[in-house]
């Protein structure tokens, strides 16, 4: 059974910095993790990935040059680090594994491409 568990939400003043850490059980990092966000009344978006054996990183354009993921293999967690936050990246944030049907995809941004996910940490930027 995979588990995650998401911690590092907060309230933080935009332009501030937070880290979010998922800890994953059951399955290694290595085969691919996202973070995907979901704002009240929105869709869950993709924000960030790491491909399959910790590869490649890829982001979503909104946080491009903001946020970076990244895993530790000893403790088998996937953060995300996120700087220069704004108002609108208050959302409810989740990490998620990749499902392995499609974990040798370098790029995976669709939902369906993953298939535990995390129970969500939230992420509020003041202005």
């Known amino acids: 059974q995979v588990h995650m568990i998401e911690s590092g939400g907060g309230l933080v003043q935009a332009g501030g910095s937070l880290r979010l850490s998922c800890a994953i059980s059951?399955?290694?990092?290595?085969?691919?993790m996202g973070w995907f966000r979901q704002a009240p009344g929105k869709d869950r978006e993709f924000v960030a990935g790491?491909?399959?054996?910790?590869?490649?990183?890829y982001y979503a354009d909104s946080v491009k040059g903001r946020f970076t993921i990244s895993g530790d293999n000893a403790k088998n967690t996937v953060y995300l680090q996120m700087n220069n936050l704004k108002p609108e990246d208050t959302a409810a944030y989740y990490c998620a594994t990749s499902n392995p049907s499609y974990q040798q995809r370098v790029d995976q941004r669709a939902l369906y491409e993953y298939d535990y996910w995390g129970q969500g940490t939230q992420v509020t930027v003041s202005s």
């Open positions: 059951g399955r290694t990092f290595r085969n691919g």
């Open positions: 790491i491909s399959w054996s910790g590869g490649s990183t």
